[in-house]
């Protein structure tokens, strides 16, 4: 069985920071494709970032490039989202998802995590 969990969300004020975690157990972390996707209330889930099984290719949705960051730690099966400068228009509910692909990034996943809930608010 290969699990997806997220943890690391909560509530921040605006401008502030916050990383979360996912960690993928069950398989070989190093196949899989990741990717971060969020749902805030009353709206469609939307893709915010993917990254290939190395790494070394990411893909943001404009409206957080240049405030989040991608990364992975192969050795530790762990994939991060580096939030800054967090706004309330980014308070959703934040998953993760992997897709085993060895080469690139995909918007297509069939392995999710529970969700973790980020809220930004004053």
């Known amino acids: 069985q290969v699990d997806l969990v997220e943890s690391g969300g909560g509530l921040v004020q605006p401008g502030a920071s916050l990383r979360l975690s996912c960690l993928l157990s069950?398989?070989?972390?190093?196949?899989?494709?990741l990717g971060w996707f969020r749902q805030a209330p009353g709206k469609e889930r939307e893709f915010i970032v993917g990254?290939?099984?190395?790494?070394?290719?990411?893909s943001y949705l404009d409206a957080v490039r240049g405030r989040f960051t991608v990364s992975r730690d192969n050795a530790k099966s762990t994939m991060y989202l580096q939030m800054n400068s967090l706004k309330p228009e980014d308070t959703a509910v934040y998953y993760c998802?992997?897709?085993?692909?060895?080469?690139?990034?995909?918007?297509?996943?069939?392995?999710w995590g529970q969700g973790t809930q980020v809220i930004v608010s004053s």
């Open positions: 998802a992997a897709e085993r692909r060895l080469v690139g990034v995909t918007g297509d996943f069939s392995i």
């Open positions: 990254i290939s099984s190395t790494g070394s290719t990411t």
């Open positions: 069950g398989r070989t972390f190093g196949s899989y494709a």
